[in-house]
Structures are given as structure tokens and as C-alpha cells.
């Protein structure tokens, strides 16, 4: 593992490393990128905005990142593997990837993030806040350093709904999904595959082809499958009758002064969905 808790400071001095900042399509890392922009300049200026494009991300996270160049008035790098999901799905022997077998981050985020960075020294901006606990993906490579802004400076969940409705808003699709991600993400609650197939057919139709075609008796959740995941919701949905927010909430506001995102036992990892 890295060395952990560049500070901020010591950071800004090191004009000889790199200055990545990568950005999930979640809200965390894209605050910070906002914050980088407003708090510091200096460092805004020298900071490479990238972005692990899986090829299997929602539509709502392309938006996020027009939005955010915009706003940051700088282009955000797109990282690949270079092959789609399907392709990765065959060398792993049509073995969905489970949260104890997480070869999709590996081969197609965190794999291409260091071929990008080689043998460079970087220092690299992680979104995890103040009020969390998460340890969360850095590098394993000596040459990647990692700067926690947001702890160092004591930002917690709430100033970074503030900083978000300030300035590019709320990734749209925390109206139904807690993360961001690919769309066939196995971190996904039930009641977020019902989401899925309600918000995005053809992609819940795309993850029951994957599952079908990987055949092998393995599913994207243990024990059922997908049809039968987003029928149990639906049910649970029913029986819990019509939700008691015929209030004028908007749903920002409900998701603020909610903790729905904020699951201590996500395993999901940093460079997925912060
Ligand atoms: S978002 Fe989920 S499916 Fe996609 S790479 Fe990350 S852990 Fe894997």
C-alpha cells in the first residue's frame, strides 16, 4: 500500500509529481473536483481530471461529467481498458464478477488508471469525507501518493449536497440508485434493480442477457435472478403501499437528510462509485 495522508500543502509544493483527481460519476469525488476548482486554484490548475469509462455506465454519469467540464472548464481524461465488459466476462471463463471477486474494477478501472499514470509520481485526490470511515481503493504502486481534502479540512456529508446544489447539482440518478457505477453493478440494492428496469429497460434487459449467457448457475445477486430480484421488490414495494411523500419534498432535499448512501458496509470501492 502507498503512503497514506499527503497533506494538502506538502501536496501543492511537489510541482515535479502529477495531480489526478478521479471522478466516479458519484456525488463525493465530484464535489471534490468543485472544490478543488473553488478552494484551490492553484492546485485546480495543475489537476488532471480523469475518469474510468467501464463502457457500461449510465447515461446520468455521462451528463455528471459534460456538467462538470463545464463548470471546471477543463477537459475530464476518459480511461478504458480498451475492451467492453463482454470481452472481460470471457477471459474470466463467463464468471460474473461478486463482490468477493472483483475482477471488473481491477481490469477495467484500476488497471487502466495506472498504465495512465506508468511509473510517474502522482499524487492523487480521494473524496472520502470527514464524517466517514471508509478506507476506499488508493494504489498499491509506491509512485501514487494519496490527499484526503475533504477530511483534512473537515467537510462532511452535508457540505457536499451544499457544494453540489451550488454548482453543477445532484448526479440525477440518486433519485433511484445510492451509487453510481455500471449498470449491472452487483452492489446494487434489490429495490435499485427495480429502479434499473423502471428507469433503464434496456440496460435491466442487458444484465438478465448476461446472466443467462454466463449460464454457469452464477447470478449478479446470490440465490436469485434478476427477473426474480426485481419481482421480490416490486412485491415488497406493494406491500409497503404508496410511499408518504405526496409531500412537496424534492427529492434532493429527502436524499440530504437521508443516509441511504451511506452504508458502512459498502464494499463498493472508491474509484466505482464516490
Ligand atoms: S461499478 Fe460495480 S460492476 Fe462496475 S467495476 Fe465497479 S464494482 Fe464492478
Known amino acids: 500500500m502507498s503512503e497514506r495522508k499527503y497533506n494538502i500543502q506538502d501536496a501543492l509544493k511537489r510541482t515535479d509529481a502529477r495531480h489526478v483527481l478521479g471522478l466516479s460519476g458519484g456525488k463525493d469525488s465530484a464535489a471534490l473536483a468543485v472544490y478543488i476548482k473553488d478552494r484551490y486554484p492553484e492546485l485546480h490548475d495543475r489537476m488532471e481530471y480523469f475518469f474510468s469509462d467501464t463502457g457500461a455506465e449510465l447515461q446520468e454519469v455521462y451528463d455528471v461529467l459534460e456538467k462538470l467540464e463545464a463548470y471546471l472548464g477543463k477537459e475530464i481524461i476518459r480511461l478504458s481498458s480498451g475492451r467492453p465488459f463482454e470481452h472481460w466476462l470471457k477471459v474470466h471463463n463467463d464468471f460474473l464478477p461478486s463482490p468477493r471477486q472483483r475482477w471488473c474494477t481491477r481490469v477495467m478501472k484500476i488497471e487502466p488508471f495506472e498504465r495512465w499514470i506508468g511509473t510517474d509520481d502522482a499524487i492523487s485526490y480521494i473524496g472520502i469525507r470527514a464524517d466517514e470511515f471508509r478506507e476506499g481503493y488508493i ?111 424534492r427529492w434532493q432535499d429527502s436524499l440530504r437528510s437521508g443516509e441511504e448512501d451511506d452504508d458502512p458496509e459498502d464494499q463498493s470501492c472508491l474509484i466505482c462509485s464516490l
Open 139 to 249: 494504489s498499491h504502486k509506491d509512485n501514487i501518493k494519496a490527499v484526503y481534502p475533504f477530511i483534512e479540512d473537515g467537510l462532511v456529508r452535508d457540505d457536499i449536497f451544499q457544494i453540489l446544489e451550488d454548482s453543477v447539482g445532484i448526479p440525477e440518478y440518486y433519485k433511484w440508485r445510492s451509487r453510481s457505477g455500471c449498470y449491472f453493478c452487483f452492489f446494487q440494492r434489490q429495490e435499485e434493480w427495480l429502479g434499473l428496469k423502471e428507469e433503464h429497460p434496456t440496460l435491466f434487459d442487458m444484465a438478465v442477457s448476461i446472466e443467462k449467457e454466463a449460464g454457469n448457475g452464477y447470478t449478479w445477486v446470490q440465490g436469485r435472478t434478476l427477473e426474480e430480484v426485481a419481482q421480490h421488490a416490486m412485491n415488497k414495494r406493494k406491500m409497503l403501499g404508496p410511499r408518504a411523500t405526496k409531500t412537496a419534498v
